[in-house]
C-alpha cells in the first residue's frame, strides 16, 4: 500500500512549477537603498547553444562520471569516449583540436578520434590522489 506521500508528492510538485510558469510575469524587483528598479525578463531562445572556449579548466575537481558530463554538455560538449573511471578526480590537461584529435594514455597507447569535420573535440585527462588516470573525450553539440 502507498503512502499519501507516494501518492500525491510527485503530483504536487508538478502542479506547483505549473502555477509558477502561469503565474510569472516575466518582471523581476530588485530591492536596494534607492528606488525599487523593474527588469524585463529577456531570455535567450532555447534554440540558441553558447558554447565556451573551455568547459573545464586545469586543477577542478570532479566527484564523479556525472558532474563532468553535466559541466560539458552545460558548455556545449558530448562525450563520444572514455578510459578509466576513477573519482573523485582532478583536471591535469585538457587537450582541444577540431576535426581530429589525438592523445596519448598514461600506459602510453596512442588513440586518435577522427572523422569530427566540423567540429570542436576536446580530451580532459583526470587523476586522482593515488595517480589512477580517467580520460573523457568531447565533441561539441553542433558543427562550427
Excluded: C
Aim: charged fraction near 20%.
Amino acid at each position: 500500500m502507498k503512502s499519501w506521500r507516494e501518492k500525491y508528492l510527485i503530483p504536487l510538485l508538478i502542479l506547483g512549477l505549473v502555477a509558477a510558469f502561469l503565474f510569472d510575469d516575466g518582471v523581476v524587483t530588485v530591492n536596494s537603498d534607492e528606488e525599487p528598479v523593474a527588469v524585463e525578463n529577456e531570455a535567450a531562445p532555447l534554440t540558441e547553444v553558447v558554447q565556451s572556449p573551455a568547459a573545464v579548466e586545469v586543477g577542478a575537481t570532479f566527484a564523479s562520471h556525472d558532474a563532468l558530463l553535466t559541466t560539458q554538455q552545460f558548455a556545449g560538449f558530448v562525450r563520444i569516449g572514455s578510459f578509466g573511471e576513477h573519482w573523485p578526480a582532478t583536471v591535469t590537461e585538457v587537450i582541444d583540436g577540431k576535426d581530429t584529435i589525438s592523445f596519448v594514455r598514461a600506459n602510453g597507447t596512442p588513440h586518435e578520434y577522427r572523422g569530427f569535420d566540423g567540429y570542436r573535440l576536446q580530451v580532459v585527462r583526470l587523476r586522482t590522489a593515488q595517480g589512477e588516470e580517467t580520460l573523457m573525450v568531447f565533441r561539441s553539440l553542433s558543427k562550427e
